[in-house]
């Protein structure tokens, strides 16, 4: 089992430009390697168009062809960068066109805001105390909030911004035993409240972004008034960005925490299987629903639960919203809150009563907090818990 760690790390002013280098010269290998990918394919497909070349030759470069061909090609700046550093942007790469073969987007160009991080593999990196050492770099101070288990793998160098972070992925080897499933809950996610549970519970959403909007609007307004490629205007993109970082990372803690409180109290986690990027082609609903982050927390719950060994499912969604629990349609628009059902007189709020058939939607047999309900016993439910 793998596990990321992440630290903060302090370079000085003459490793911090050696690290900007290093970006910038691995952005460009990037770029001239998907060049080439692109020109060669162009190529054989204008040669089988006009039948002018064997049919046993490749219509695509691989990862080993550039590999192989990468020592004898390297530039003086290249040289400066550890070679599996190097290898590694080729395997980043030959990724991105094993996924597109897979049926996702085709890459495409990293300019510098879009390419931030490059990684050590095997070697060239060194953890001792509170320094850190990168081949070809040099010694800078690490923050290492907590100790590590397991055998360090890889480390990856991130830039956020103006700041620096040390990404390590740890392989541990003990085993971890799964938990007796005595506890199970079905989380429905929705917008009015971050999640509902099966026993009634409900977190509302934070909505970080929402309530910094005004901040956000005044900062890019004052960039949209720098002048172009003068130096006030990058000062003041960082500015934005530094806004888009603080939501980013209040979110991120909101889920952590969120998820570990799921995971403390529940063995088995039933959430519904959204397609949440077919969700957001919706303009009206798109901004709340990137701003809730369902996706961030429902990953951030499933790597606890293999930690901790629990489980989670994933359920299809359909006719949740639609249903009764005794099993009767009671069809509804989304500004409808309230599940009313004409055949059982059941009165819930509609997402208390999804939570509830998501959960049982679940493989296993162990009975949800929730039980049986009747009318009378509901009423209570309808406000917040």
């Known amino acids: ?13 003459n490793e911090e430009i050696k690290l900007n280098r290093t970006l910038s ?38 990862y080993e062809d550039q590999q192989n061909a990468l020592p004898d090609s390297k530039t003086p700046l290249q040289k400066q960068v550890h070679s599996q550093v190097l290898q590694n942007v080729l395997k ?11 049926g996702f987007g085709y890459p495409r160009f990293k300019s510098r805001s879009r390419y931030n991080t490059f990684t050590f593999p095997q070697k060239g990196f060194e953890l001792d105390g509170m320094s850190l050492w990168l081949s070809k770099i040099g010694t800078m101070r690490i923050f290492q909030h907590r100790k ?15 700041q620096w972070y040390a990404i390590f992925v740890v392989e541990i080897d003990t085993k971890i035993e799964k938990v007796p499933i005595e506890t199970k809950t079905g989380i429905d996610v929705g917008l009015e409240a971050l999640i509902t549970l099966s026993n009634g519970k409900q977190v509302e959403p934070p909505q970080f972004y929402r309530k910094s909007e005004d901040t956000l609007a005044w900062e890019q307004r004052k960039l949209d008034r720098k002048r172009a490629g003068s130096k006030n205007r ?27 409180e799921i995971i403390d109290n529940y063995d088995h986690i039933v959430y519904e299987d959204l397609q949440i990027q077919n969700m957001v082609k919706n303009h009206c609903l798109a901004k709340s629903i990137l701003d809730a982050g369902w ?42 809150r309230i599940h009313v059902c004409p055949e ?6 509609r997402d208390h009563v999804s939570a509830i058939l998501i959960g049982n939607k679940g493989t ?10 009747t009318p009378v016993e509901t009423e209570p439910l309808l406000c917040k818990t």
């Open 148 to 162: 590590m288990a397991g055998k360090v793998k890889t480390c990856t160098i991130k830039k956020d911004v103006d």
């Open 364 to 373: 296993t047999t162990v009975p949800t907090d929730c039980g049986e309900f």
């Open 1 to 13: 089992m793998n596990k990321a760690y992440t630290f903060r790390i302090y370079p000085k002013r």
């Open 92 to 102: 980043r790469l030959d990724r991105s066109f094993q996924n597109f073969f897979r």
């Open 295 to 336: 996706g961030q927390l429902i990953r951030f719950t499933a790597y606890k639960a293999a930690y901790a060994g629990k489980t989670i499912e994933l359920v299809d969604p359909h006719d949740t919203s639609q249903t009764c629990l005794c099993g009767a349609k009671v069809f509804k628009d989304l500004s409808v």
């Open 25 to 62: 010269i691995c952005r460009n290998l990037y770029n001239e390697s998907l060049e080439e990918r692109r020109e060669q394919a162009e190529l054989n497909r204008i040669r089988r168009e006009f039948q002018v070349f064997p049919w046993s030759l490749p219509e695509w470069i691989t």
């Open 234 to 260: 990058n000062k003041q993109k960082i500015k934005v960005a530094k806004v888009h970082r603080r939501i980013r990372n209040q979110r991120k803690n909101f889920n952590h925490k969120t998820s570990h």
């Open 344 to 349: 059982c007189g059941l009165i819930l709020t």
